[in-house]
């Protein structure tokens, strides 16, 4: 049920990208697309009524939640971060060069 | 130091209030980033908190006092040299025999100086995404459409 | 063995040496080319003499392959040595000229002697690559170049299909130990491999439906090229090919010699009627050699010992005589510069050497005895006759075909002759024979036309084709020499009576039309009388048909697949959006193609 | 000597950043510090491949940690064969880029981003695990998008834009796999996953994860129909960049990950070898026929990878001997001669600045090296003998055939001719022909250029050679041979921990 509302967010950042036409919408539904994926991953590590996975004095690891998907989200998140800088910065360019942001309009690249 | 009537920056309100916070962002950075090991955190987490105490000054004050804190030329100087810090930190796990091995004293468990040579290569991780993320912003703030340098 | 090797590898050596010789050194590079090639040519000899069979698994030296062999050299030696000066009023690029020379004549040599079909292969795809270079010595050949690299290169690829099915049928990659008949068994995959290889050397050759890079390229490559090419090496080894594959690897059967005989006699009468209504002097010889690559199909079509030995020794014939004939219109440009036919006229009295080259070999061409082409198109005919009696129904018809392009050949080379070196031309010509260099070649082969058609059966026919094949049984043997000792007499008493009567009142006549004299601004050139032919209403149909292209495979396809492309280029517009939904259709076709079948 | 393993991504990481350090001060970094660097890497793969050959597949512990617990690295055949092409053309590119890149600002900008490209895809090649691969390629994208718009003009930003839009989504599709593999087998190990696979069998999320690896993999290898990217990304990056790209990067991120997820993780089954095939036959046939009607040097270029990358599936789609051995072997010829032609129309670009065929002509008379090595490379990649791209299309074609698909053999052979008929059209127009008026002037490129498209012609001349038995065991039989065992990879990885 819970991996529904993430299938619902990747769709919501998809909208984005196929029908917004301002290059800031479609960065801003790349994100959305790269959360609910991120979001999903660290839903296949959760498992109900556990507990973080971090190891405390005196405590067993026993329903801890699996933390690798948590680590590995977070390099996720990185990458994201980096794309998003990288493609805020050419939106950025792309404007000054084309005085535009609608996409529709930046196509000279053709044929 | 940080002047309150300069006149570039927000409000007084927003400047006064950042004064007194900033230390403690900058402090609560690096005391992620040192525990990193032993509680949730780490080099990447306290680096964006270290990053934003800087960016705070920036929206606050304007880019030119920020930009005095802390320059672009050195926020590269620093980002390079984190990579290269925890690369060298890969190559030293050579001496125990295997790369990224950790070959220092793993020490008592729930320690501050445990765990061997995580806490540096959190302190490299932190110099990267740090003086990155803080480059980044200033990248993006100092972008003029239609004047390049 | 070695000497196999070493005849393969000293033009190749030699051609890398002068492949990276500075510019300057032209003496050198001539000097270099000259003599390497000459001293293959020896080995060639020395290996014909010598040695008996060489059968390994790289190389094959048997009797058919060691005259291509030694016919190779010898073509080379004579273009080497005519180029020698001519190429210089081509290309300032020498080096590179007798430098793809030499590769070619080592790859021809390889692809000769080939018994690995990948071998094989190689060599024959690397003379296409040759051959593109050596058109692209003139600056303005380039689309020519293309065509016929292109053409040749297609045809090689569908080579490369049959080797595998070969391969994947046998097992075995040796020319020698493959052995497939197509007449029982499963024929359908050896006779798509049958086809691919003829393909190869049909494309090679210059039969059609392959052939239409020769009159292109024959226009603007320089002439020892188009001599030594189309006219003569690449004649030896498509058909060559074609002997090889059709005596050896495949046992045909009578599907596929109809294709064969089909295609010859399509060849034979099509490049024929487009060579009559030429006006470029080269243009015309190279639909001639391609009219004459049919009658050779025609011969190893038959499928008979003679109609084989003649289709052999007609391509042996024709390309003696053909690059003869290149080599004089290639004198006749170095002297006056141009080609067309319209233009040139009278240069007998120039160029006499020449002429009488030129007389022979047009004789030789046209099938006249008692000169090679004749020899080898009796033979082929012998064949069809032959064919006729085993029991083959439409033998006839090849016949008529065979002697009608005959015929046609002689009516268009009365054309050559009288439009180029008698008539009038328009302008005063000052000039003598061309340099010696470029005359020994023309000599030389001019007596091999006689020779070979003289003392067909002592000489050539022994010598080179019957060992090829086996022992033929010939019949209704046309003795030539006695045949030719008759003309002779009969010429020279005719001479005799010539004198007696003539030795002292010859006169100088002006030229009469109609009882008038001609006007010096109006002449009767060669070109316009045979323009006539066009008056048929379905050839001149026809004519305009081929002069749009419309029967050239390759421009044809060109066309189709530019259409294609300009369409297809729309689909990527620029558009982010249509991008990505093409990528998530993508997806979708193969997540369904995918749940469907796993 | 294992440990060379890792200093595949250590070193290219290390000059990355001490570039980026120390670049802009000192000129040697800019210079011949890449060079340096990128030779050693070119030693170590050498090294490597020796390594392989003597001890068979290697597992690199990280840090000592066993895995499945800890990250692995993994060297065999394939592995080994891959990090040397795509160290070799960046040898070639970094001693090319040293001439070519100074009309730009930021050189160490350039170097430092090469160089984290290249440790990424020596990082994809390497990896033993899948979530690490997926960093690597995205550390490898991430870089390429940057150089992509390295220019910084209208094209550049707009297909960098578009580049990094398709790239995005298609790298999300990756995660969103692996992270459905991660919920399927626990583990992220790709020995360890292949071994829960065979233990669970096959289901619907298997075939979901396919189809998702395809796509992803697929679009980063610029198969038809996710190959719209690279013929915008490939021309607008610098011609060094589009070597990079075109010569090895669609293949490391590509067709590697495709072919280890797909023969050696999930195991080949007849259906997705079936489509690797029909995918392939379409790229090698759609790629030509878009390529055959431009004019523009470096497009053209660009569509004719996404044709060769055919190839290269249509080989391995095969899954026989003959047409993996095929495929891997003009995976190699193609990074060799592609980013040769690539680098000529940057020296073409560089000496009269235009990439527009119609307005070149006759440019060999005065940029003698970079016509003829065009010749060689247009010649290789049409499938000409004696140069390398012949063999390896000779071997893809018989493979079909012998694999009775004799239609995809045809297709091969009608892609092959269309193929050459194009690099007809580029040295007709370029190279050919008549010097125009307007290019008396030019001068042939500087010796660096030079130097770097010479070895590569060479290369091309005479990589036939590879195929000869002492060479081909050593390197192209190795690499096939990782491939054709399969899933017996997976217990080669684990036995030797």
């Not at chain 3, 080497?80 to 004549?105: A, D, G």
């Not at chain 3, 293309?146 to 595998?164: P, Q, V, W, Y």
């Not at chain 4, 090649?125 to 150089?147: K, M, P, Q, R, W």
């Amino acid at each position: 049920m819970i991996y529904f509302l993430c299938f619902i967010l990747f769709s919501i950042g998809l909208y984005s990208i196929l029908t917004k036409r301002n290059l800031i919408k479609i960065i801003i539904g790349i994100s959305i697309v790269d959360y609910a994926i991120n979001l999903f991953f660290i839903l296949v590590g959760y498992r109900m009524n556990g507990r973080s996975p971090i190891l405390e004095k005196g405590e067993e690891i026993e329903r801890i939640v699996d933390p690798l998907p948590q680590a590995v989200v977070l390099t996720s998140i990185v990458i994201g971060l980096a794309v998003t800088a990288l493609l805020v910065a050419i939106a950025i360019r792309i404007y000054e060069k084309y005085g535009t942001f609608d996409i529709n309009e930046i196509k000279e690249l053709k044929g | 130091m940080i002047n309150n009537r300069d006149s570039q920056g927000m409000s007084v309100i927003v400047k006064t209030i950042t004064r007194l916070t900033i230390g403690l962002i900058l402090l609560y950075g690096v005391y992620i980033l040192l525990h990193g090991h032993i509680t949730p955190g780490g080099g990447f987490a306290g680096g964006v908190i270290i990053a934003l105490s800087f960016i705070h000054i920036m929206l606050a004050f304007g880019k030119n006092v920020a930009l005095e804190k802390l320059n672009q030329t050195w926020s590269k100087i620093f980002e390079s040299t984190g990579a290269l810090l925890f690369i060298t930190i890969a190559f030293l796990g050579f001496f125990g025999g295997v790369f990224f091995n950790n070959f220092l004293d793993k020490g008592e468990h729930f320690e501050l100086f445990s765990a061997g040579t995580i806490l540096l290569s959190n302190i490299a991780i932190f110099l990267k995404v740090g003086a990155g993320l803080f480059l980044l912003f200033v990248a993006l703030v100092l972008f003029k459409i239609g004047g390049r340098k | 063995m070695n000497l196999i090797l070493l005849t393969i590898a000293i033009p190749l050596i030699a051609g890398f040496l002068i492949f990276i010789l500075p510019k300057k050194f032209t003496n050198i590079t001539k000097f270099l080319s000259t003599i390497s090639i000459l001293i293959s040519f020896i080995i060639n000899i020395i290996l014909f003499i010598n040695t008996e069979k060489i059968v390994n698994n790289y190389f094959m030296f048997d009797n058919l392959s060691k005259f291509i062999l030694l016919f190779i050299g010898l073509f080379a030696v004579f273009v080497i040595i005519y180029s020698l000066k001519y190429i210089e009023s081509v290309t300032e690029n020498i080096n590179m000229y007798f430098s793809y020379i030499l590769f070619t004549v080592s790859a021809s040599y390889g692809a000769a002697l080939a018994n690995n079909l990948i071998l094989l292969s190689v060599f024959w795809g690397f003379l296409g690559f040759t051959l593109y270079m050596l058109i692209n010595t003139n600056d303005n050949a380039t689309a020519e170049s293309s065509k016929a690299f292109i053409i040749i290169g297609a045809t090689d690829s569908l080579m490369i299909i049959g080797i595998g099915i070969l391969y994947y049928i046998t097992s075995s990659l040796n020319i020698s130990s493959i052995n497939i008949s197509l007449k029982q068994g499963p024929i359908f995959l050896p006779t798509i491999a049958f086809l691919t290889f003829v393909a190869a050397a049909f494309a090679k050759a210059g039969a059609m439906p392959f052939h239409t890079w020769i009159p292109d390229m024959s226009e603007k490559a320089p002439i020892p090229v188009t001599a030594f090419l189309p006219a003569s090496l690449d004649k030896l080894l498509g058909i060559y090919l074609l002997a090889r594959i059709s005596i050896s690897v495949f046992e045909l059967n009578s599907s596929m010699t109809f294709i064969l005989l089909l295609f010859g006699s399509i060849t034979i009468i099509a490049a024929v009627f487009m060579a009559l209504v030429q006006h470029d002097l080269r243009k015309l010889l190279s639909y001639h050699a391609i009219s004459q690559v049919g009658y050779m199909v025609l011969g190893i079509g038959t499928g008979n010992p003679v109609g084989i030995a003649g289709g052999l020794f007609h391509m042996l014939n024709h390309s003696i005589y053909k690059s003869n004939l290149f080599l004089i219109s290639g004198s006749v440009k170095y002297r006056t510069n141009t080609m067309n036919m319209d233009k040139l006229g009278g240069l007998a009295k120039y160029m006499p050497i020449t002429f009488i080259g030129a007389v022979i070999a047009s004789l030789s061409i046209s099938g006249v005895p008692p000169f090679n082409g004749f020899v080898s198109k009796w033979m082929v005919y012998q064949g069809l006759i032959d064919m006729g009696k085993a029991g083959s129904k439409l033998w006839i018809l090849w016949l008529v075909a065979a002697m009608f392009g005959s015929a046609l050949t002689l009516a268009s080379f009365m054309k050559v002759i009288y439009s180029v070196f008698l008539g009038r031309s328009e302008k005063k010509w000052s000039f003598g024979d061309v340099n010696w260099t470029m005359l020994l070649p023309i000599i030389f082969l001019s007596i091999l036309c006689v020779g070979f058609g003289v003392f067909a059966f002592a000489v050539p026919l022994k010598l080179f084709i019957i060992p090829a094949l086996g022992e033929i049984g010939l019949f209704g043997l046309w003795n030539s020499q006695m045949a030719t000792l008759l003309m002779l007499v009969g010429i020279a008493l005719g001479f005799l009576i010539y004198l007696i009567g003539n030795m002292k009142n010859v006169r100088e006549s002006d030229i009469f039309i109609g009882g008038e004299e001609i006007p010096s601004n109006k002449r009767v050139t060669g070109t316009e009388f045979y323009d006539s032919i066009r008056d048929i209403s379905i050839l001149d149909k026809i004519y305009k048909m081929a002069e749009k292209k419309y029967f050239d495979l390759y421009e044809m396809l060109k066309k189709f697949t530019f259409a294609i492309t300009n369409r297809l280029r729309l689909i990527h517009s620029g558009k982010l959006v249509a991008y990505i939904l093409w990528i998530f259709f993508g997806m979708a076709v193969l997540f369904i193609l995918l749940n469907i079948r796993g | 000597m294992e440990h060379i393993i890792p200093l595949f991504v250590a070193i290219s990481l290390a000059t990355a950043f001490l570039i980026s350090l120390l670049g802009s001060k000192f000129k040697f970094f800019r210079t011949a510090f890449p060079v340096i660097s990128s030779a050693a890497l070119v030693i170590l793969s050498v090294l490597s491949i020796f390594l392989v050959n003597n001890n068979g597949l290697m597992v690199y512990k990280m840090g000592g940690w066993i895995p499945p617990i800890g990250i692995c690295m993994v060297l065999d055949g394939l592995s080994s064969f891959m990090l040397l092409t795509v160290n070799l053309v960046a040898f070639f590119i970094m001693i090319y880029s040293i001439n070519y890149v100074k009309k730009y600002t930021d050189v160490y900008k350039y170097f430092g981003l090469l160089f984290l490209m290249l440790a990424g895809m020596n990082g994809v090649i390497i990896t033993g695990d899948l979530f690490n691969l997926f960093v690597y390629l995205e550390v490898a994208a991430v870089s390429s998008y940057a150089l992509v718009a390295f220019g910084t003009g209208r094209q550049e930003l707009e297909a960098s834009f578009k580049y990094m839009v398709m790239g995005t989504l298609a790298s999300g599709l990756i995660l969103l796999s692996i992270a459905l593999m991660y919920s399927y087998t626990s583990t992220l190990n790709m020995a360890d996953i292949g071994k829960s696979l065979a233990n669970e069998g096959s289901s619907s999320v298997i075939i979901f994860i396919s189809v998702m690896f395809i796509v992803g993999f697929g679009l980063k290898a610029a198969l038809v129909p996710f190959h719209w990217w690279l013929p915008d990304a490939h021309p607008s990056a610098p011609a060094p960049i589009s070597a990079m790209l075109s010569g090895v990067l669609i293949k490391a991120l590509g067709v590697y990950a495709i072919i280890r997820i797909f023969y050696n993780v999930i195991g080949s089954n007849i259906y997705t070898s079936r489509i690797l095939l029909v995918l392939g036959t379409l790229s090698m046939i759609v790629g030509v026929i878009f390529a055959i009607g431009q004019y523009d040097f470096k497009r053209l270029l660009a569509y004719h990878s996404i044709s060769q990358i055919g190839y290269v599936i249509l080989g391995i789609g095969l899954a026989t001997p003959l047409g993996i051995l095929g495929g891997l072997f003009h995976l190699f010829n193609h990074s060799i001669f592609k980013s040769l032609l690539f680098l000529n129309s940057g020296a073409v670009e560089y000496s009269t600045g235009t990439r527009d065929l119609k307005k070149m002509g006759g440019l060999n008379k005065k940029m003698p090296v970079t016509g003829n090595t065009s010749m060689i490379a247009s010649m290789s990649i049409a499938g000409i003998p004696p140069f390398n791209g012949f063999w390896s299309k000779l071997l893809i074609i018989i493979a079909c055939v012998e694999a009775n698909e004799y239609i995809y053999g045809l297709f091969a052979v009608i892609g092959s001719v269309l193929t050459m008929a194009s690099f007809m059209k580029v040295q007709k127009y370029a190279f050919l022909g008549k010097l125009k008026e307007k290019w008396k002037n030019i001068e042939e490129v500087p010796f660096g250029m030079k130097f770097s498209m010479i070895c590569l012609a060479l290369i091309c001349v005479f990589g036939g050679l590879l195929l000869l038995p002492e060479i081909s065991n050593l390197l192209l039989k190795e690499a096939s041979n990782a491939v054709l065992i399969g899933k017996e990879y997976v217990n080669q990885v684990l036995g030797s921990v």
